[in-house]
């Protein structure tokens, strides 16, 4: 099977919070910020693949920290596995700081992504993920346990 680097599709958007992005207590609606994420994985999943994908799941979504008008937001994401249909994606949020460039973790999750033919059934993912330093090899065995965990919750009924 031929591989990828998780170099050769990781990517980076860069948001400016504006009114139509916030909740009534003034801060980043999370919802909107969970529709970034989404948007960034599925990207850098159909990268990987070459072909279309849809998510199958998110764990550990997090919020850390608020974000308000006017803040600069980064989001980072990354392959961190890739199964026979599913490939999994890391993201990470930070705030950046106008003044400094200082960045602040705002939020990471790591959302599934399943390649899918025309008619939207799972078929194999392509291409493998080739690992080029011990970070990546950590992430790859931390989202073996992740998808296990996964698939015992499912068999609990979550």
């Given at each position: 099977m031929q591989t990828?680097?998780?170099?050769?599709?990781?990517?980076?958007?860069?948001?400016?919070?504006?009114?139509?992005?916030?909740?009534?207590?003034?801060?980043?609606?999370?919802?909107?910020?969970?529709?970034?994420?989404?948007?960034?994985?599925?990207?850098?999943?159909?990268?990987h693949a070459g072909m279309v994908i849809t998510t199958a799941a998110v764990d550990d979504l997090q919020f850390k920290k608020s974000v308000k008008i006017g803040d600069i937001l980064v989001l980072k994401a990354k392959l961190t596995y890739v199964g026979n249909k599913s490939m999994e994606?890391?993201?990470?949020?930070?705030?950046?700081?106008?003044?400094?460039?200082?960045r602040y973790v705002v939020n990471r999750a790591y959302f599934t992504e399943v390649a899918v033919d025309s008619e939207?059934?799972?078929?194999?993912?392509?291409?493998?993920?080739?690992?080029?330093?011990?970070?990546?090899?950590?992430?790859?065995?931390?989202?073996?346990?992740?998808?296990?965990l996964r698939l015992e919750r499912r068999k609990e009924g979550f």
């Open positions: 990828k680097k998780v170099s050769d599709s990781e990517g980076e958007n860069l948001r400016l919070i504006q009114y139509a992005d916030i909740n009534l207590s003034g801060n980043l609606f999370g919802g909107k910020l969970m529709e970034w994420m989404d948007e960034i994985a599925g990207i850098v999943a159909m990268r994606v890391r993201v990470d949020v930070y705030r950046e700081e106008r003044e400094t460039g200082l939207g059934r799972p078929v194999k993912v392509p291409y493998g993920l080739e690992l080029t330093n011990p970070c990546e090899e950590a992430e790859w065995e931390a989202a073996k346990k992740r998808r296990k």
